[in-house]
């Protein structure tokens, strides 16, 4: 009794209202640009449909009607033909799958009408996710990770299917287990995402293993979102305070308008922090109170229609001042180090930093590979870091991890870029 007393008046201190210097034209114009940018982005054609944006699109107060159409189109079409492709490859598509079954939902589409293989999406899903838990039973981990299962939980409880409680056991097991991380810290991200997949099942009433268990869950990721709120209003890092946000909204907390995390995600807004689209499909939801458990109830009538683009801004090209000196050390598996040392211009990204330095021809050499969040690092000078063998590439800048990817990270001053192949 005494500690869900203590718990109540934590996140009670957490969501509280402090004076709210922002005025809610500001709130809601600052809303209103993250929703331009988003549409924007779902224009781009060049890269595989985001599911994602889809659902951020469409948890919005405002649209625009025809463009979110076209983008299910195309989400119907290429994305579909993607995950079609790795399945047939045997390939784990769960996150990916859950994503798209959450954004053809978010447009209240008829989930039976589209098949993959004469197999409805929520057959494949279920089966993707039995062998997810097998795969735990087995060693302890999914084939993917939990912020996939959860995911994979949550698109098939909002549709309505009943997720069977051996499934939804390993999670809360994992969540009571403390294996939920990110290479090896805490995920706040995954347990956001288990936060609303197990909320979904208790407010569907679905059947679990034990219900005093699943509260149990539900209140260790209250707790663990409390613990992870940093003195300027992050949970975790400003890529995770959205979903983080998200979940406690969705597990009944009154996360005010002028609370420190809201106001958090306004300043990073205003800075610019959220130019990855993927980051403000997590974080725009948030900003207006909406969660992904909404999707269960969208109804999609009488929508806001008022949604339109800007006419393109000229993009100023800024002739970069200065160069800047930037050493880059790669750490094998075998313990072995190599270091390379070259000049960039001030600004430039480390996949540029990493391009410049294999076409100098130092004998460094790197592949990436495409995802929702951009280019991910997975080959260095011929060593690959697979997740079948749990290892990745882990970056660092003199000797702090990144918080952002080679793409989006930008080298502004001196220092040392650490790459190293990193067991999780
Ligand atoms: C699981 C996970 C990982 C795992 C992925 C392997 C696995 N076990 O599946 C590991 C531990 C390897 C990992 C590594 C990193 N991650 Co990570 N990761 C996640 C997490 C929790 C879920 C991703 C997921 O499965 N999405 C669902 C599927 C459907 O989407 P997907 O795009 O197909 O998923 C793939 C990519 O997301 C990719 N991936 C994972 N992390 C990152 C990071 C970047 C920058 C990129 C481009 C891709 C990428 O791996 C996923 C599985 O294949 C997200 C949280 C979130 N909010 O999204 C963070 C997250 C995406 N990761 C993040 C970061 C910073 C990293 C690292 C850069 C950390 C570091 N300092 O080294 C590295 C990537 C370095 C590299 N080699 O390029 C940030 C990205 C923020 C940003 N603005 O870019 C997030 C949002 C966490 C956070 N809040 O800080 N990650």
Same mark, same amino acid.
């Given at each position: 009794?005494?500690?869900?007393?203590?718990?109540?008046?934590?996140?009670?201190?957490?969501?509280?209202?402090?004076?709210?210097?922002?005025?809610?034209?500001? /709130?809601?114009? #600052?809303? $209103?640009?993250?929703?331009? *940018? %988003?549409?924007?982005? =779902?224009?781009?054609?060049?890269? +595989?449909?985001?599911?994602?944006? /889809?659902?951020? #699109?469409? $948890?919005?107060?405002?649209? *625009? %009607?025809?463009?979110? =159409?076209?983008?299910?189109?195309? +989400?119907?079409?290429?994305?579909?033909?993607?995950?079609?492709?790795?399945?047939?490859?045997?390939?784990?598509?769960?996150?990916?799958?859950?994503?798209?079954? +959450?954004?053809?939902?978010?447009?209240?589409?008829?989930?039976?009408?589209?098949?993959?293989?004469?197999?409805?999406?929520?057959?494949?899903?279920?089966?993707?996710?039995?062998?997810?838990?097998?795969?735990?039973?087995?060693?302890?981990?999914?084939?993917?990770?939990?912020?996939?299962?959860?995911?994979?939980?949550?698109?098939?409880?909002?549709?309505?299917?009943?997720?069977?409680?051996?499934?939804?056991?390993?999670?809360?097991?994992?969540?009571?287990?403390?294996?939920?991380?990110?290479?090896?810290?805490?995920?706040?991200?995954?347990?956001?995402?288990?936060?609303?997949?197990?909320?979904?099942?208790?407010?569907?009433?679905?059947?679990?293993?034990?219900?005093?268990?699943?509260?149990?869950?539900?209140?260790?990721?209250?707790?663990?979102?409390?613990?992870?709120?940093?003195?300027?209003?992050?949970?975790?890092?400003?890529?995770?305070?959205?979903?983080?946000?998200?979940?406690?909204?969705?597990?009944?907390?009154?996360?005010?308008?002028?609370?420190?995390?809201?106001?958090?995600?306004?300043?990073?807004?205003?800075?610019?922090?959220?130019?990855?689209?993927?980051?403000?499909?997590?974080?725009?939801?948030?900003?207006?109170?909406?969660?992904?458990?909404?999707?269960?109830?969208?109804?999609?009538?009488?929508?806001?229609?008022?949604?339109?683009?800007?006419?393109?801004?000229?993009?100023?090209?800024?002739?970069?001042?200065?160069?800047?000196?930037?050493?880059?050390?790669?750490?094998?598996?075998?313990?072995?180090?190599?270091?390379?040392?070259?000049?960039?211009?001030?600004?430039?990204?480390?996949?540029?930093?990493?391009?410049?330095?294999?076409?100098?021809?130092?004998?460094?050499?790197?592949?990436?590979?495409?995802?929702?969040?951009?280019?991910?690092?997975?080959?260095?000078?011929?060593?690959?870091?697979?997740?079948?063998?749990?290892?990745?590439?882990?970056?660092?800048?003199?000797?702090?991890?990144?918080?952002?990817?080679?793409?989006?990270?930008?080298?502004?001053?001196?220092?040392?870029?650490?790459?190293?192949?990193?067991?999780?």
């Amino acid at each position: 009794m005494k500690l869900i007393f203590l718990s109540v008046a934590i996140v009670a201190a957490l969501t509280a209202a402090k004076p709210c210097d922002n005025t809610e034209t500001d /709130h809601n114009s #600052l809303v $209103l640009k993250l929703n331009k *940018n %988003l549409l924007q982005s =779902s224009e781009e054609s060049d890269s +595989l449909p985001n599911p994602s944006i /889809h659902i951020a #699109l469409r $948890l919005s107060n405002q649209h *625009n %009607l025809a463009k979110e =159409s076209q983008h299910l189109n195309r +989400l119907k079409t290429k994305l579909h033909d993607d995950i079609q492709t790795s399945l047939a490859g045997g390939q784990m598509v769960v996150g990916r799958l859950a994503l798209y079954i +959450l954004a053809l939902r978010s447009s209240c589409h008829d989930l039976n009408s589209l098949t993959l293989s004469d197999e409805s999406l929520l057959t494949h899903l279920k089966r993707q996710m039995e062998k997810e838990k097998e795969h735990i039973a087995f060693s302890h981990r999914p084939l993917t990770n939990y912020y996939q299962y959860s995911l994979g939980i949550l698109a098939l409880c909002v549709s309505g299917v009943r997720v069977s409680s051996h499934v939804s056991h390993k999670l809360i097991h994992a969540v009571e287990h403390g294996q939920i991380k990110h290479g090896d810290s805490l995920s706040v991200d995954t347990y956001a995402m288990a936060g609303m997949a197990l909320q979904c099942l208790k407010e569907a009433e679905t059947p679990v293993k034990d219900n005093e268990e699943l509260s149990k869950a539900l209140a260790t990721i209250k707790q663990k979102l409390v613990d992870s709120q940093r003195s300027d209003g992050h949970i975790g890092n400003e890529f995770s305070t959205g979903l983080a946000v998200q979940a406690l909204l969705a597990m009944g907390s009154d996360v005010q308008e002028c609370s420190t995390s809201m106001e958090a995600m306004r300043s990073d807004a205003r800075k610019g922090s959220y130019h990855n689209p993927m980051a403000v499909s997590q974080t725009l939801p948030a900003l207006q109170k909406h969660t992904y458990l909404h999707l269960k109830r969208m109804e999609c009538r009488n929508e806001d229609d008022s949604l339109v683009l800007d006419s393109a801004p000229a993009v100023e090209v800024l002739a970069s001042l200065s160069n800047v000196p930037v050493e880059v050390e790669v750490q094998k598996t075998d313990g072995s180090s190599s270091a390379y040392r070259l000049e960039v211009p001030s600004g430039s990204s480390l996949l540029e930093v990493l391009t410049l330095l294999q076409n100098n021809k130092m004998g460094f050499t790197f592949e990436k590979e495409d995802s929702l969040w951009g280019p991910f690092l997975s080959q260095v000078n011929g060593e690959q870091a697979r997740q079948t063998d749990r290892r990745y590439w882990h970056l660092s800048s003199d000797g702090k991890a990144l918080s952002q990817g080679m793409k989006d990270y930008k080298i502004e001053a001196a220092q040392k870029i650490s790459i190293k192949n990193t067991g999780y």
